[in-house]
Every structure is written in structure tokens, then in C-alpha cells.
């Protein structure tokens, strides 16, 4: 069927294009809830796993960025991901940055986009999470991010990150700490091992609050190119982590580079800055899930993300060293569809290889 709506969706700009999907997400997830998840359905023991004390019944999740302000939860669990990640959120409500801010780039099946961190904040989110809460069973990841203020920060920038960790926590089974947005100036801050030092004590000390633990995974940034991967600095943000117990990470956000694209020079001027996502993201994300899986002898679960868009991507990512992995980009080309071929492509991998289960082939190739 998606043979049949892309033509349209594409005829419209791509933030447009995501607002009816959008919408027609929150009005499907109603009434016709069973039927879109009989069609999508696909469920395999297999690829099921259980990491930070939930079940997740598949590894393919949905990235950030698709669903900020979480409006369609049970909808993307009825396509059959096995987990969603809303956000990013904000602590104070954000319009982001001027229009047009988002891109296609079909000859590279990729999307730019600068955003800039546009959401209804965490107050607006986390209502509409608990008044949601028993429409949906799977595991929920919420991304923070800081509001998008170039005059929030320092100290600031850390109370801004405690407002929307406070609001939404109890929502949450696990909290990702979006330190790695290109989209907004001061959207990397974060990032500086000695910041995010401070940002992941914050946190600690927030979730001595009885009730207030939840698993706390750190997003970075891809690697600068498909060659080389290492800076000291991603040595330093990794023994932070490390020292500060971070219970997971995610690899990678978009990226500012422009490398290797099939789109002409003279478009990618015409579209400016952004972060760019989809197949010319996979090596580099790929790099880093492999490298982060070493570096932590795979004691710390990875989110692997980047230019995932058939069953070989995502099992590429598994094997590099990702327990889940997500995606964004490739549902806009491929259609809903995608996450059930995905799913089933896995389980034959896994079988082809001998695996009892996704478990087993997590860092094979490292
Ligand atoms: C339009 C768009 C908006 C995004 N917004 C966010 C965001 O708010 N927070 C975040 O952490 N990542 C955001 N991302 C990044 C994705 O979560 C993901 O890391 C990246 O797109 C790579 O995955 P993909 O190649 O499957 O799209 C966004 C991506 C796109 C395309």
C-alpha cells in the first residue's frame, strides 16, 4: 500500500508529510488499533530479550525525532516495533528553528534536517503520557534534551535538564540524555566530557529519590568520518560514562558531514545546515557501535542507530555489538511494512548462523 501513499506524501514537504502521517498515526491508533496491528504483526521468541529489567519482545525500535511530543505510542507498537523512543523533550516548550528546516534526499534515500529541538516541553509530554499509559505495554524510552535557548547555560543548562528529568521520569523505562543534537548552537554542549560529567552526577543524585531510578542511556555523535573514528575526546566521554555507571548507549545522532553523497553539490547548498540520516550514516554509526561494544567488553547494553533499512543493516548493527537498535529514516522511504520485513529477516539470519536467539549474535563480529 505504501507503493501507493508515498507519491503523495512526497508531493508534499517533508514536515508536512510528517504531520498528516502523524495525525493519521493518532486517529488509526484508536479505532482501527487491532486491525493495523493484525496486519503488522510478526512475533518470534527469538528476538526477544530482556536488558535493564524489561522485556523487550523484538530489538527494532523507533529513533527519536519521529514521535517528539509521543502522540502516537500504541500506533507505533502496532506496527510492531518492540520498543519506541519519544523526545527529543525539553524541559520549556520550543518552537525550534525557521522554516524550512527539514530535506529529502532521494538519490541517497536520506534526510536532512535541523529541527532545532521543536516540542510541546516536558510538562505538555508528560501529561499526555499518563493519560496514555494503559494504551500501551512496551518498553518507552524518553530522549531529554536542553531547551533550545542559546542562554540556558551552564548551571542553567543543568537545572534545564533536571526540570524535564523530574517531569517525566516516572513516565519513563529508560531516560536518554540527548547530548548530541547538530541542530542548535548549543545542542552539543553536553558532549565536553567534563559537562557531561556533571549533567550524569545530576542525574545520580536525582534518582536517590525512592521510586526515581531508571536506566540512563548517553546518545552521541557519529564519528566525523567513515574512516577514522577516534578523537581522545570520545576516550574521555567514555571513561565518564563508565565512572558515572551510564546504563547504556545509543550510536549515533545525525550527522553535520556531507560526505560520499549521491545528491548534487548544488542541492546540498541550496538545503544549508543539518544533521544529515539514512544509508550515508551507516558505516560511521556502525564504527561506533563496534567500538563502544570493545571498549566496554559489551558489559553496557548499546542502542545501535544509523542507516538502518532492511534486515542486513539492522544485523549488521547486532553484530557490531547493538542489543536493539532503531530507526527513522528508512520509514519515510520504505513504508510501515518495513519493521515486520526487518523482523522476519532477522530470524532467518539468526537461524542461518545457529543462534538461539538475537542474544547470542550481539558482537559476533567484534
Ligand atoms: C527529522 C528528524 C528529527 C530527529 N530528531 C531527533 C531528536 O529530537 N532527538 C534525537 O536524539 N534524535 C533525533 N533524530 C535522530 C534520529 O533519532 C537518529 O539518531 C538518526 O536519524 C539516525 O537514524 P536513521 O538513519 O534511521 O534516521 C532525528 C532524525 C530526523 C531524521
Known amino acids: 500500500m505504501y507503493r501507493f501513499l508515498r507519491p503523495l506524501l512526497f508531493r508534499l514537504g517533508p514536515e508536512r508529510a510528517h504531520a498528516v ?18 496486519r503488522y504483526k510478526f512475533e518470534d521468541e527469538r528476538l526477544k530479550q530482556r536488558l535493564w529489567g524489561h522485556t523487550f519482545p523484538n530489538p527494532v525500535g523507533l529513533a527519536a525525532g519521529a514521535d517528539k511530543n509521543a502522540r502516537a505510542v500504541p500506533f507505533w507498537e502496532a506496527l510492531g516495533f518492540g520498543f519506541v523512543e519519544v523526545g527529543s523533550v525539553s524541559a520549556r516548550p520550543a518552537e ?70 523530574q517531569a517525566l521520569v516516572s513516565e519513563a523505562d529508560y531516560v536518554t540524555l540527548n547530548v548530541s543534537c547538530p541542530n542548535t548552537p548549543d545542542g552539543g554542549t553536553f558532549e565536553d566530557p567534563e559537562a557531561l560529567d556533571r549533567l ?25 568520518s567513515d574512516q577514522v573514528l577516534f578523537d581522545t575526546r570520545l576516550e574521555e566521554i567514555l571513561a565518564v560514562a563508565e565512572a ?48 563502544l ?11 545501535g542507530v544509523g ?9 549488521a548493527k547486532i553484530r557490531a555489538g547493538a542489543s536493539l537498535v532503531q530507526l527513522y529514516t528508512a520509514l519515510v522511504y520504505e513504508g510501515p511494512a518495513l519493521v515486520r520485513r526487518i523482523k522476519q529477516g532477522l530470524v532467518q539470519r539468526l537461524s542461518e548462523d545457529g543462534y538461539a536467539s538475537v542474544g547470542g549474535a550481539v558482537g559476533a563480529d567484534v
Open 21 to 38: 502521517t502523524l495525525r493519521a498515526a493518532e486517529m488509526l491508533q484508536g479505532a482501527a488499533h487491532s486491525f493495523v496491528e493484525s
Open 96 to 165: 525550534g528553528n525557521p522554516r524550512p528546516r527539514a530535506f529529502r534526499l532521494p538519490e541517497d534515500q536520506a534526510l536532512i534536517n535541523r529541527l532545532g529541538l521543536n516540542n510541546d516541553g516536558a510538562e505538555a509530554v508528560a501529561d499526555r503520557l499518563s493519560q496514555n499509559r494503559s494504551a500501551y505495554s512496551r518498553p518507552l524510552g524518553i530522549n531529554l534534551a536542553k531547551t533550545h535557548d542559546p542562554d540556558i547555560m551552564g548551571d542553567a543548562a543543568l537545572e534545564d535538564f533536571r526540570t524535564s528529568f
Open 200 to 224: 550524569l552526577r545530576m542525574v545520580a543524585e536525582e534518582q536517590k529519590v525512592p521510586g526515581l531510578a531508571v536506566p540512563v542511556l548517553v546518545k552521541l555523535s557519529p564519528p566525523t
Open 244 to 291: 558515572r555507571d551510564v546504563d547504556g548507549f545509543i550510536a549515533t545522532n545525525t550527522t553535520s558531514d556531507r560526505q560520499g553523497l549521491g545528491t548534487p553539490p548544488d542541492r546540498l547548498g541550496e538545503i544549508g545546515e543539518g544533521g544529515l540520516s539514512g544509508p550515508p550514516l551507516e558505516a560511521r554509526s556502525t564504527r561506533l557501535v563496534r567500538y
Open 293 to 303: 561494544y570493545q571498549a566496554t567488553a559489551g558489559d553496557i547494553p548499546i542502542i
Open 307 to 315: 542507516g538502518i533499512r532492511d534486515a542486513d543493516s539492522a544485523y
